[in-house]
């Protein structure tokens, strides 16, 4: 060794990695600038013209449009970025997948708000014209989607950001008008009586997907009612709604059921047998019994007293509904005021006038019946019924009929936007049939034809759920539900454009007539009914077509009513998907598909958009709209909890977005099962952030050392069989991702990679290859070998990875690339000669264990202060069975570090190789058994000359072959002598 060699510096002259890509991201100020490049350069519009330049097919993710009112939540950024990640990954695929956002706009939400508004201003609804209402709820919905438009741009989300689709623009109005037209058109829209859910606060109907429940107090009381013609004798009903006492119309009874005369004071009260025992504790009465017993058929055909009206009873009736789980076996009976109770007033012909207004208040016509002296005159006309039940119950008490009356916390429906109780009230509504009318295309009702598709019945074809248990619980729905009530008795809304013939009371179904109206709605929007409403009603007709019918407009009733908005988002496959007005998508597929490949939303859309959807599709088009459905669970707190203000638990996406960066939100949502509930925590969000400094290193490291390579790749058959390997691991992982991708997993695409960089390139590759691609020549082979691998490496995770993190990628892919973004490329493909044979498998199954072995015991001896680095220790492989051979010496040196590696075949007793020296042996018995590690007590260091440029030791005592030769007189190494000629660094000097 020169004299000069140990204090040279050669740092200088190794091959280190450089590069410009920072190791901090600074993800929360980049990513807004990566937003405006991106709809700068417009990103999104270039790649489906490349794509469909291409010819590629066509997969279409339709948008379940977000309602425009107020900021985005968790469970928007848990959904909107599912989506990109389907979108981004379905274009890396090559598919042109077009994606337009859509906002739903009218509705209940924004109506309710601007009557808020009104409040503060002294003023309610009827102060102003209802196109001046409109016109405030139409503005409160743009500017909700402004904000939101660029809340949804923030997540990273690619789409049309130019030609979104709303359902408050004139041509999406007009294309619910024309579905509606079908509809009647095929007879499936009725009016009907019907007890349905009703907000007295915001005096409309509403759908069941617009219902909450909640814990809520309601007033319990046990009422005994006189049966006529019986003296002292009662039966006693239970109720927590004694504010529907007015409309009592009769009293039920289970007709298989036994009931007991209880009698206390001389009065004999009628209760179910089973609720016997209970109901005289409730009472704190001493049981005593009458001793008589009766069925609860014995019943029917008897009267009882009307609890407030002096004068009028009703009929017991036998009760389908009548449980004894609790109260008193008999039920009240207010056919106005319940759903079991309306069809019980039905098939018994009861009075089913229902005594409540839409704003909660009685009728003036409440008192006709009470007595000229009655208390409770003057007390319910025109009140609002939750007060006036004081009133009620007063009056029940001086009757003496009120037992006893108690608070109770019940869940009970709930408005989902004022939050106030709701009420069953018995109101004509217009109707979607689900049952009586059949599909054309199908030969079957609404109902069974969506069901035939749901389970791919009847040799039909289904539509798949991801996942699997969403096709029995929209089953369930579908198969359990009345009639789609699609009336609202709103302002902001598409009206229900029905005109009734007076005389004949036939709905006018003429396909002219239709057409006529949807032109009108699509030149003025939603107010072209309205404003034709008291005097220009003959403009709702085509030219001579009254004189045709011999009609005038005077014959016909025009309805004012609205439709029920999941009408207006659950019909966006047609004036969406379907559109051929230049709004909106405008897809006509020809490729024997249905309009949509997939809907993907939450869970709780399985009786929301999903439901509708499939409804008014099936009605209209007798099919699915979707192929696929995939639905995500809710965002939940770190203990599986809901996030609640009072638990001070939630979390804004802004928040995170601000915080942490939106890649690594991605990266968290990617992660995770989303067919259960994700939870969010800030030490979930932390690992996410240690999660994401791994993929960015990993790319740092490869830019670094690809950093001035000249990109002239070696072909396959010659790169090293290191290299080979690699490029097979890669191969294997790719194609899991692939797999994983396409079934929506993503949190297995994101384990996959992740454990890939974490596993086989950090902890395995690049710590191997960094000797090579530090301190070999430009000109090695198996540098330029080890590089090629690199820049395939590099591309694969960037296209892999840039559906999950697109900022980052992009910022790879343009690091390396130049100006052209990662989000125009496929993914890399998998070459077919990388992944191997099964033998190729086996035998680097053992290199890989070998290399682990030996590194656990060098990693002991290091921590014992034995050695310094693997370099300071030889190893010998001792194998009795294997699929190595004495010749793979230099390659598991090469994975192990240590600075030499003999392969011996086992070809003695077990003992024999006892009597090696080198301190770290490895036995190999057959692989299928196991691999045995056994330390020498004595470390033996290898002997020779350490290369103070790359650290190897050369030189000193070998087992079984030549003696390498030591450093050359430059005082290096020959390979290190070799890349400072070839640098012209040979003279350099510290």
Same mark, same amino acid.
């Given at each position: 060794m020169s004299e000069h060699a140990d204090k040279r510096d050669f740092s200088a002259t190794l091959k280190l990695?450089?590069? *410009?890509?920072?190791?901090?991201?600074?993800?929360?100020?980049?990513?807004?600038?990566?937003?405006?490049?991106?709809l700068d350069e417009d990103v999104y519009g270039k790649l489906r013209a490349k794509r469909q330049e291409e010819g590629a097919a066509t997969f279409i993710l339709h948008l379940g449009p977000p309602y425009a009112n107020g900021n985005f939540h968790m469970g928007h950024a848990l959904t909107y970025v599912l989506k990109d990640l389907i979108v981004r990954s379905k274009f890396m695929a090559g598919f042109d997948s077009p994606y337009v956002p859509g906002w739903d706009c009218h509705g209940l939400p924004i109506e309710w708000k601007i009557e808020q508004e009104l409040r503060a201003e002294k003023k309610t609804k009827h102060d102003v014209s209802v196109a001046e209402l409109r016109g405030k709820c139409r503005a409160y919905a743009q500017k909700w989607?402004?904000?939101?438009?660029?809340?949804?741009?923030?997540?990273?989300?690619?789409?049309?950001?130019?030609?979104?689709?709303?359902?408050?623009?004139?041509?999406?109005?007009?294309?619910?008008?024309?579905?509606?037209?079908?509809?009647?058109?095929?007879?499936?829209?009725?009016?009907?009586?019907?007890?349905?859910?009703?907000?007295?606060?915001?005096?409309?109907?509403?759908?069941?997907?617009?219902?909450?429940?909640?814990?809520?107090?309601?007033?319990?009381?046990?009422?005994?009612?006189?049966?006529?013609?019986?003296?002292?004798?009662?039966?006693?009903?239970?109720?927590?709604?004694?504010?529907?006492?007015?409309?009592?119309?009769?009293?039920?009874?289970?007709?298989?059921? *036994? &009931?007991?005369?209880?009698e206390h004071d001389g009065k004999r009260y009628w209760v179910a047998k089973a609720l016997a025992g209970s109901f005289c504790e409730s009472l704190n009465w001493i049981p005593a019994f009458a001793g008589m017993t009766r069925r609860g058929g014995d019943f029917v055909g008897l009267r009882a007293v009307h609890p407030l009206y002096d004068g009028v009873d009703g009929p017991l009736v036998e009760g389908f509904h009548v449980t004894t789980d609790s109260g008193t076996g008999l039920v009240h009976i207010a056919p106005s005021h319940g759903a079991e109770d309306f069809q019980i007033g039905v098939e018994q012909g009861l009075d089913l006038e229902c005594p409540v207004r839409g704003d909660g208040t009685y009728v003036d016509g409440v008192e006709d019946r009470l007595a000229a002296d009655s208390p409770l005159r003057g007390k319910l006309a025109g009140k609002?019924?939750?007060?006036?039940?004081?009133?009620?119950?007063?009056?029940?008490?001086?009757?003496?009929?009120?037992?006893?009356?108690?608070?109770?916390?019940?869940?009970?429906?709930?408005?989902?936007?004022?939050?106030?109780?709701?009420i069953f009230r018995t109101t004509h509504q217009w109707f979607v049939d689900l049952d009586n009318t059949v599909v054309p295309e199908t030969g079957k009702s609404v109902r069974e034809?969506?069901?035939?598709?749901?389970?791919?019945?009847?040799? %039909?074809?289904?539509?798949q759920w991801v996942p699997q248990y969403g096709e029995n619980r929209i089953g369930s729905m579908i198969a359990g539900r009345p009639d789609w009530c699609i009336s609202r008795q709103r302002a902001w809304g598409v009206p229900i454009t029905i005109m009734v013939d007076k005389a004949s009371g036939k709905v006018v179904d003429d396909a002219a007539v239709w057409s006529h109206i949807v032109a009108l709605v699509a030149a003025e929007g939603i107010d072209a009914w309205d404003n034709r409403l008291g005097g220009r009603e003959t403009e709702l007709f085509p030219d001579g077509w009254l004189a045709a019918q011999g009609k005038a407009v005077d014959d016909f009733e025009y309805v004012r009513d609205i439709l029920d908005v999941w009408f207006d988002s659950g019909t966006t496959?047609?004036?969406?998907?379907?559109? *051929?007005?230049?709004?909106?998508?405008?897809?006509?597929?020809?490729?024997?598909?249905?309009?949509?490949?997939?809907?993907?939303?939450?869970?709780?859309?399985?009786?929301?958009?999903?439901?509708?959807?499939?409804?008014?599709?099936?009605?209209?088009?007798?099919?699915?709209?979707?192929?696929?459905?995939?639905?995500?669970?809710?965002?939940?707190?770190?203990?599986?909890?809901?996030?609640?203000?009072?638990?001070?638990?939630?979390?804004?996406?802004?928040?995170?977005?601000?915080? &942490?960066?939106?890649?690594? %939100?991605?990266?968290?949502?990617?992660?995770?099962?989303?067919?259960?509930?994700?939870?969010?925590?800030? %030490?979930?969000?932390?690992?996410?952030?240690?999660?994401?400094?791994?993929?960015?290193?990993?790319?740092?490291?490869?830019?670094?050392?690809?950093?001035?390579?000249?990109?002239?790749?070696?072909?396959?058959?010659?790169?090293?069989?290191?290299?080979?390997?690699?490029?097979?691991?890669?191969?294997?992982?790719?194609?899991?991702?692939?797999?994983?991708?396409?079934?929506?997993?993503?949190?297995?695409? &994101?384990?996959?990679l992740y454990e890939f960089c974490g596993g086989d390139l950090s902890n395995f590759y690049f710590d191997v290859r960094k000797d090579v691609l530090y301190c070999d020549p430009l000109s090695s082979p198996a540098r330029k070998g080890c590089l090629t691998v690199l820049d395939i490496l590099l591309r694969a995770l960037a296209t892999h990875l840039a559906p999950i993190l697109p900022f980052t990628c992009d910022e790879v892919w343009r690091s390396r690339m130049g100006d052209a973004s990662v989000h125009m490329e496929t993914f890399v493909p998998v070459g077919r000669e990388w992944v191997k044979d099964e033998a190729f498998e086996a035998r680097w199954d053992e290199i890989m264990l070998v290399r682990e072995r030996m590194n656990q015991v060098a990693e002991k001896w290091r921590n014992e202060g034995k050695i310094k680095s693997n370099a300071s220790a030889q190893g010998m492989v001792v194998a009795e069975k294997t699929n190595l051979s004495e010749k793979d010496g230099e390659l598991l040196r090469l994975v192990t570090g240590l600075s030499f590696i003999h392969i011996n075949m086992l070809t003695q007793t077990e003992e024999w190789w006892e009597e090696f020296e080198p301190p770290v042996h490895c036995v190999i018995r057959p692989y299928e058994e196991e691999v045995e590690i056994r330390p020498e007590e004595n470390i033996e260091l290898v002997a020779g000359d350490k290369c103070p440029r790359c650290w190897r030791i050369y030189g000193g005592k070998v087992i079984n072959g030549d003696e390498p030769a030591g450093l050359r007189p430059s005082g290096v190494c020959a390979r290190c002598d070799e890349a400072l000629a070839e640098a012209g660094q040979q003279g350099a000097a510290a």
């Open positions: 990695p450089k590069t *410009d890509f920072p190791m901090r991201a600074g993800l929360p100020k980049q990513e807004p600038v990566w937003v405006q490049r991106w989607i402004d904000v939101q438009k660029a809340e949804w741009q923030r997540l990273g989300a690619i789409g049309d950001w130019e030609r979104p689709y709303k359902t408050m623009d004139k041509a999406n109005e007009a294309g619910i008008v024309a579905e509606l037209g079908k509809l009647v058109q095929r007879g499936m829209v009725y009016k009907g009586l019907r007890s349905t859910l009703w907000s007295w606060a915001e005096e409309t109907a509403l759908a069941e997907a617009e219902v909450e429940y909640a814990d809520k107090e309601s007033i319990a009381i046990t009422l005994a009612l006189p049966l006529v013609g019986k003296e002292n004798e009662y039966v006693v009903i239970w109720t927590t709604t004694p504010w529907t006492l007015p409309a009592n119309r009769a009293v039920a009874v289970k007709g298989d059921e *036994d &009931y007991v005369a209880v609002l019924i939750w007060p006036a039940q004081k009133d009620i119950l007063a009056e029940l008490e001086r009757k003496g009929w009120l037992l006893k009356q108690e608070k109770l916390v019940h869940s009970y429906p709930v408005s989902w936007r004022s939050k106030e109780k709701l034809s969506a069901l035939d598709r749901i389970h791919a019945r009847d040799g %039909v074809k289904g539509v496959h047609a004036h969406v998907l379907r559109a *051929d007005s230049g709004v909106g998508q405008r897809f006509h597929r020809d490729d024997g598909k249905r309009p949509a490949d997939l809907y993907q939303e939450g869970s709780d859309q399985h009786r929301g958009w999903f439901h509708s959807s499939l409804l008014t599709s099936v009605a209209v088009y007798g099919d699915a709209p979707y192929e696929q459905v995939v639905t995500s669970g809710f965002v939940v707190d770190g203990e599986g909890r809901k996030f609640s203000k009072s638990l001070g638990n939630g979390v804004e996406p802004r928040q995170l977005w601000d915080k &942490y960066g939106m890649d690594i %939100v991605r990266l968290w949502v990617a992660s995770s099962d989303y067919s259960e509930d994700i939870r969010y925590s800030p %030490v979930i969000m932390d690992s996410m952030s240690d999660a994401y400094r791994r993929f960015r290193n990993t790319f740092r490291w490869l830019l670094g050392n690809l950093n001035g390579w000249d990109g002239e790749a070696v072909p396959y058959d010659q790169l090293p069989e290191l290299e080979q390997y690699m490029l097979h691991r890669l191969g294997q992982v790719l194609g899991n991702v692939r797999k994983h991708f396409d079934a929506y997993q993503f949190h297995k695409a &994101y384990r996959e």
